[in-house]
């Protein structure tokens, strides 16, 4: 018969080297306090990308309502003693105007531009001031509008920068 013997304790396993640890290792984790996130930020792009798509109709329904507007005087009703109160053709410029320029910006946006999303915040607030003033010509869309407005600043300014890497 043959005796087998059993084969030598290998001892305590050995200390992993430094230098042979993968990207994985070696990476650290991101700290919140220097603005590196914890989470996904996919989120945060997808919802710059519904901002984009809601830029641009909003925009095409600004340059609708102010093409109307232009055309017709006499599209909303008349409103008495209004602080605000502009003429239903400067109205209907003001619509057109802004209109345009979100359409761009939105399309800016969704082709990820870096100068739409600080220019697509800064609309987006001429946006909200637009239809809180135009509020007494149609209260229901303007509040519409602006929850969209609102929607539209937080998305874009919620974006990750395309631009920051990972230390």
Partial sequence: MSQSTPPPDPGPAPEPDPAAWSAAQRRREPDPTRGEGTGNPDWAAGGAVFA???MMTSGILGVLNGIAGIAEDDVYGRVGNYVYEFS???WGWI???IGILVIA???GVLKGQDWARG???GLAVL?????FLF???APVWSVIAIGIGVFVIWALAQEP???RTAP
């Fill in 135 to 137: 509020l007494p010509y």
């Fill in 161 to 163: 920068s395309r631009s």
């Fill in 95 to 97: 619509h057109l105007i």
């Fill in 88 to 90: 239903l053709t400067t």
């Fill in 52 to 54: 984009g798509v809601l």
């Fill in 127 to 131: 946006y909200v001031i637009e239809y």
């Fill in 105 to 107: 910006t939105g399309w």
């Fill in 119 to 121: 220019v697509g915040i």
